[in-house]
């Protein structure tokens, strides 16, 4: 599961709802968590790591446990995408999810 922190009025937070709202709304499968702060509210998500916002994270189910991996901002989640494209170019669509797999395997 994703989790999309939020900020009301940042247009990086706005990208990133618009962005995992239609992904969620094409595949079901996936789900997000997003969740809206406002400027009252914001300090209740900020720590000396994570201070900027949005904040994306993926929540790894592993038997009992959920792990949290935090993705990063906006800036950090276009990367992302932009290797796995390259990936995907290079590679071919099938090399998406052993990677998926590997990320989610324990260490």
């Not at 009301?8 to 992904?23: D, H, I, K, M, W």
């Not at 079901?28 to 998500?45: C, E, H, L, M, N």
């Not at 935090?70 to 494209?85: H, P, S, T, V, Y």
């Amino acid at each position: 599961m994703f989790k999309v922190v939020a900020l009301e009025g940042c247009p990086y937070s706005q990208n990133a709802v618009e962005f995992f709202t239609r992904l969620r709304d094409r595949n079901p499968r996936i789900k997000v968590d997003i969740v809206a702060v406002d400027g009252t509210t914001k300090s209740q998500y900020q720590t000396r790591q994570y201070s900027t916002f949005p904040q994306i994270s993926y929540h790894v189910k592993s038997g009992k446990h959920i792990r949290q991996v935090f993705i990063g901002g906006w800036d950090q989640w276009e990367r992302l995408m932009a290797i796995k494209d390259e990936l995907k170019q290079t590679f071919g669509p099938p090399i998406w999810i052993p990677l998926l797999f590997l990320m989610n395997a324990q260490t």
